[in-house]
């Protein structure tokens, strides 16, 4: 059972076998690569009142406030009331999607969540920030709505395509580096349940502390973003997965950290040696310094101007920190060794 500030709801890991909702309403939401996959099943063991069907077109490209309004547009043509209920089943986009759009319906009805990407399962499923995009960057239109239960079922990792694998594989790694290091040593694929369930318990653990990021705790979880976001942002957002990005990210975060006299050459090089063993990018090639380094300034989380930064530490452990104020000389000559 996870408890944040606005809402008690429980993360199911596990098969689904059944979904009662019998006196709702409900409106699925899915996009049209699971829509072959996986509605008819899901359509056989949901009950409810009414099952309403909404398909949506796949990709980071559509999440927009044009497919919210597809949404909506759905939920009104079904005449949807205040209890009804939305069920998001994909990716992070889908769970991104169906948290605002069931949020701001008629000031804002229940939503659940069925991921079926192992990065929505361990990340996006969890903690209740939805967010589209805009021409202005990634996530900037959105709220905090909390869904009322997740259901985690790692069955669906079987259709997923490796390279969908590893980009939620680098979240896992990131969770783990920020919270639990000693997960990282022994690192196996064949456990991935075990790291599912185990990253879910630190990322609620965050998210019951720190639920609107009022504080320093939420925000760890974005190490390896401030430069992760600069790499999507340099490819277009179509030349790498979020995850690689992230892993690539790590890398040149923990750069910094050495270079910074904050963390040990020996954890840098073990994080980087595991991410390259489990097969994701560490070795990203800027294009430009400069439009790189700026990029840094349209991340949300440096909106105020003052660059953030979220940095691994090994003193007696090892663990993420915040850094505001470190000299831009010291970053440049990081970018450099990357360009
Ligand atoms: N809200 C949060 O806290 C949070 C956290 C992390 C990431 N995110 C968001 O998540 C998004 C990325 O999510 P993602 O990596 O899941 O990408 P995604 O939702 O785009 O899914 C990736 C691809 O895999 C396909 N797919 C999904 N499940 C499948 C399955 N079981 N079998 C076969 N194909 C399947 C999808 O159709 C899509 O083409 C980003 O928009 C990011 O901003 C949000």
Redesign the pocket.
């Known amino acids: 059972m996870l408890s944040t500030g606005t809402q008690k709801y429980s993360v199911t890991i596990g098969k689904i076998t059944s979904l009662k909702f019998e006196d709702k309403d409900v409106l699925l939401v899915t996009?049209?690569?699971?829509e072959h996959?996986?509605l008819e099943y899901m359509l056989s063991i949901i009950k409810a009142k009414s099952v309403n069907v909404c398909v949506v077109d796949?990709?980071?490209m559509h999440?927009n406030m044009q497919t919210i309004d597809e949404i909506l547009e759905s939920a009104f043509k079904h005449k949807l009331h205040r209890n009804a209920l939305m069920i998001a089943l994909?990716?992070?986009?889908?769970?991104?999607m169906v948290?605002f759009a069931s949020g701001i319906f008629q000031r804002g009805i229940d939503f659940i969540s069925i991921?079926?990407?192992l990065?929505?399962m361990v990340?996006?499923s969890?903690?209740g920030?939805?967010?589209v995009n805009n021409k202005y960057g990634?996530?900037l239109i959105g709220l905090f709505h909390q869904p009322k239960q997740v259901f985690v079922a790692p069955m669906?990792?079987?259709?997923?395509?490796e390279r969908?694998l590893l980009?939620?594989v680098a979240?896992i790694i990131k969770i783990f580096a920020c919270f639990e290091y000693s997960l990282l040593q022994n690192f196996n694929m064949l456990d991935i349940e075990f790291y599912i369930q185990k990253s879910i318990e630190l990322k609620a653990q965050v998210v019951e502390k720190d639920e609107k990021e009022r504080h320093d705790l939420r925000a760890l979880l974005n190490y390896g973003h401030t430069f992760g976001h600069a790499i999507e942002l340099e490819g277009g957002y179509s030349e790498f997965?979020?995850?690689e990005a992230v892993s690539m990210g790590i890398v040149m975060a923990n750069r910094l950290s050495v270079k910074l006299g904050i963390l040990s050459s020996d954890i840098d090089m073990f994080i980087c040696a595991l991410l390259k063993r489990i097969g994701l990018p560490t070795h990203y090639k800027i294009k430009d310094i400069d439009s790189f380094y700026n990029a840094f300034f349209y991340d949300k989380k440096s909106l105020d101007s003052k660059l953030h930064f979220i940095l691994l530490e090994s003193k007696e452990v090892v663990k993420a920190t915040v850094h505001n104020n470190i000299d831009k000389q010291i970053i440049y000559e990081v970018l450099h060794e990357f360009a």
């Open positions: 996009s049209k690569n699971l996959l996986y796949d990709g980071e999440k994909g990716g992070g986009v889908i769970t991104d948290g991921p079926t990407t990065l929505a990340d996006a969890v903690g920030k939805c967010g990634k996530n669906f990792l079987r259709t997923l395509p969908e980009a939620g979240e997965l979020h995850g």
